[in-house]
């Protein structure tokens, strides 16, 4: 994957189709590289017409780093998310939809078509209200409102997720990601071990950073409740969440189709906090159909 300067950064990223086409950013969840988006579902994508790019956060996969120096502590923070105090973060999902705008004015794209799951939801919503001039549509997946009043996580899965400890290597890495997702995934459909194993041990060789994982963590507590903000976005939305998601409730979704008007809300049984292969063609088909109108409006405005 190449790598641009953005926003101060380093960003990997890759792109997949004609850049000529209409443009599709796909950003990814807390602590996973690019590479987690299915390559099946990308190719869906540009095989509908669309230039589709999608690149390593900062604080995962190759691109910047901010260094043990920068470890938040995740205990204190949580006490104060919960306590409803404000938490002092490393950045915030205004940065990092910073680094998305300066990803794409690196391309040479002043508009583009925006796509996220889990946090990338999180940030995708962000850079609607921050930068709603570059917004064509927006997909958000898999997220929620940053209101602590929606979206819990069951109580298993939070533990699990905030008492597990780094791997000491590629093997146990594998392991930790597969008990994981073996809670977090989709009740309702296969769970794919062999894809696992290797998108985790991908996902380590591209570099293994716990510390980065806990940045990110810390930037979820430390920014703001979007709810009231999101009545400001008027592009065409779409809003997807499984309705088994034990890590983001279904709620955090409902909140937010509600939360931005005239959004489309689809809600999917069996599905968890992860991307099922037999899913994959319809959630194809939906955003090809949000950014099919977000295109439309654009030529008629």
């Not at 300067?5 to 599709?24: K, V």
């Not at 950045?91 to 391309?107: E, P, S």
């Not at 929620?144 to 400890?165: C, E, I, N, W, Y």
Request: glycine share 10%; aromatic share 6%.
């Amino acid at each position: 994957m190449p790598i641009l300067r953005a926003n101060g950064l380093t960003l990997d990223y890759e792109s997949f189709g004609d850049p000529a086409a209409p443009p599709i950013v796909l950003i990814m969840g807390l602590g996973l590289p690019a590479i987690a988006w299915p390559n099946a579902f990308v190719t869906g994508l540009f095989e509908r017409g669309f230039h589709v790019i999608c690149f390593d956060n900062r604080d995962a996969g190759n691109s910047t780093t901010f260094g043990a120096g920068k470890m938040p502590n995740l205990s204190v923070s949580i006490a104060k998310a919960l306590l409803r105090l404000p938490v002092l973060a490393p950045y915030n999902f205004n940065d990092m939809a910073a680094d998305t705008l300066g990803l794409l004015d690196a391309l040479g794209l002043d508009r583009a078509h925006i796509v996220g799951v889990s946090m990338g939801g999180c940030i995708s919503q962000a850079l609607a209200l921050g930068h709603p001039e570059l917004v064509r549509s927006l997909t958000s997946m898999s997220s929620s409102t940053g209101s602590r009043r929606v979206g819990h996580p069951r109580l298993d899965v939070a533990a699990k997720l905030l008492l597990r400890q780094p791997a000491k290597n590629r093997d146990e890495a594998i392991s930790l990601s597969e008990s994981m997702f073996r809670r977090i995934g989709s009740p309702g459909y296969p769970f794919d071990v062999e894809r696992l194993h290797r998108l985790a041990g991908l996902a380590y060789d591209r570099r293994y950073d716990p510390a980065g994982v806990a940045r990110q963590f810390a930037a979820i507590l430390g920014s703001p409740d979007r709810t009231a903000a999101l009545a400001n976005v008027t592009v065409p939305t779409l809003v997807m969440h499984g309705e088994a998601d034990p890590l983001i409730g279904v709620s955090g979704g409902r909140a937010t189709a509600t939360a931005i008007p005239g959004s489309r809300l689809v809600t999917f049984p069996g599905m968890g906090h992860d991307i099922p292969e037999p899913l994959w063609p319809r959630f194809v088909d939906e955003i090809s159909g949000i950014v099919d109108a977000g295109e439309a409006r654009r030529a008629a405005a």
